[in-house]
């Protein structure tokens, strides 16, 4: 049982020593919506840190295992999945490169979780001595960062892929995609530096500061660090009802705010934009009717032009209602990966993807979030994240895109780029 305290908030840099102070843990999870008004958010940011209880798997029965784990703990728990549990999933397998060496799925059932709305923060913790409340709150409240000092070399971003390399595969694709293999399928490609060492949390920060996503995350295991600025929910179940929002079609913005109306417009209408979104929206329906009471699945959002601090983007809405004994983890087990970050057929997309992509995805189009006691849940996709391995000094970040029969190989980069600019700004300055 946890002990619950609610309190209102008397700093303007609540949040900000909240986050500083979870440091000094080994396990830390923090969930931000930077107040995005998004119809489906319960809070605006949860911090969970220090884990009581825990599990590390690969994918080997990956699913099972956190299904009994969820079912045991009946508790808040907080972690990822990573892209390569589809080899739990289907006869697939992932044999390229992985310089960051992630375990496949991580979860921990925290000992403290803060969950803020407004000014009011509610702290659930386990096994709480005498006064813990008040005296976290004062150290809280008189945090100061401790810097730490790293070389200030500058850091050289290489890419997996030549632009010629990656013409080449995207080709490929299209090829499969032309000979009616597949419909769409989201093709990536690494950026990477090696024997570089970053400030996790400092990262993060300036990192947010320019996405302001509204499903930012900051992860830490022990050396593995997720600095993510997340624009796309995966799924959420909130009491019977399921959400997936997908986002499909990407528009740069512009400083010019009638040229950046314009972009925002040719978005809404792109015929090309438009059928990346609405194949996926067609896979998200059949993946949610699996466990969906019969005739439940709606399709409440279609296209709606979302904008963000670097794109413009083209969101989905769906949802299901599920019953009253569906076990949370199948959910997320017919749904997984996320139709987004594969394409359609499901199947033959990642079978594609696998061939021509250079490096193990991992973390990358996984998904970080948590379930609640209550079995309710909430998870993003891991994209316009920076990964990295403290131990092996290993920092990647990854983009892609969707490619439909329509698809310039030109074009598809150019988005790419616009892509990974945040990422690559906040690394390289």
């Known amino acids: 049982m946890r ?51 825990g599990i590390t798997t690969d994918c080997h029965q990956a699913f099972d295992k956190l299904h009994e784990y969820q079912s045991v703990t009946k508790d808040w728990i907080f972690g990822y999945l ?9 006869n697939l397998h992932s044999n390229h490169f992985d310089g960051l060496n992630f375990p496949e799925l991580f979860f921990f059932q925290p000992k403290k979780i803060f969950l803020i709305k407004e000014d009011v923060v509610e702290m659930h913790y386990l ?48 090829a ?24 996790p949390l400092e990262t993060y920060q300036k990192l947010n500061s320019i996405s302001k ?17 997340s624009p796309e929910r995966y799924l959420k179940k909130e009491g019977p009802i399921v959400i997936s929002q997908p986002i499909k079609g990407t528009a740069e913005r512009s400083l010019d705010s009638i040229e950046d109306e314009r972009l925002k417009e040719e978005l809404k209408s792109n015929q090309k934009e438009r059928s990346e979104n609405i194949m996926i929206v067609d896979l998200v329906r059949n993946d949610l009717s699996q466990t969906a009471i019969k005739g439940s699945v709606t399709v409440e959002e279609l296209c709606e ?19 009253e004994k569906t076990p949370p983890v199948t959910i997320i087990r017919s749904t997984f990966p996320m139709g987004s970050m594969t394409g359609a057929p499901k199947i033959s997309a990642m079978k594609i993807i696998e061939d021509l ?11 970080i979030g948590y379930f609640s006691a209550t079995g309710d849940f909430d998870f993003n996709v891991v994209i316009r994240s920076i990964l990295y391995n403290a131990q092996n000094h290993y920092v990647s970040y990854s983009v892609g895109g969707a490619i439909t029969a329509k698809s310039d190989p030109l074009k598809e980069y150019e988005e790419c780029l616009i892509k990974a600019k945040a990422m690559r700004q906040v690394l390289e300055n």
């Open 82 to 90: 990573t892209y390569d549990l589809k080899n739990d999933l289907e």
């Open 305 to 323: 032009v979302y904008t963000f601090e670097q794109v413009h983007q083209l969101i989905s809405t769906i949802t299901s209602v599920v019953g």
């Open 3 to 53: 002990t619950q305290h609610t309190y209102t908030i008397q700093s303007p840099n609540f949040k900000t020593q909240l986050l500083q102070w979870s440091q000094q843990f080994e396990e830390v999870v923090w969930l931000d919506s930077n107040k995005h008004a998004q119809k489906h958010n319960r809070y605006d940011a949860i911090l969970a840190v220090d884990a009581f209880t």
């Open 213 to 229: 996503a509204p499903f930012a995350t900051f992860f830490k295991n022990r050396h593995y660090y997720a600095l993510s600025a």
């Open 127 to 174: 096994k709480m001595v005498d006064d813990e409340f008040e005296s976290d709150l004062k150290e809280i409240e008189e945090w100061t960062k401790n810097k730490v000092e790293l070389s200030s070399e500058k850091i050289n971003i290489k890419l997996r892929l030549t632009k010629d390399q990656y013409f080449e595969k995207v080709n490929k694709m299209l």
């Open 176 to 199: 499969h995609i032309h000979r009616g293999d597949i419909y769409e399928a989201n093709f990536c490609q690494e950026f990477y530096a090696e024997d570089t060492q970053i400030d």
């Open 357 to 367: 992509e250079e490096t193990k995805r991992g973390l990358y189009s996984g998904a």
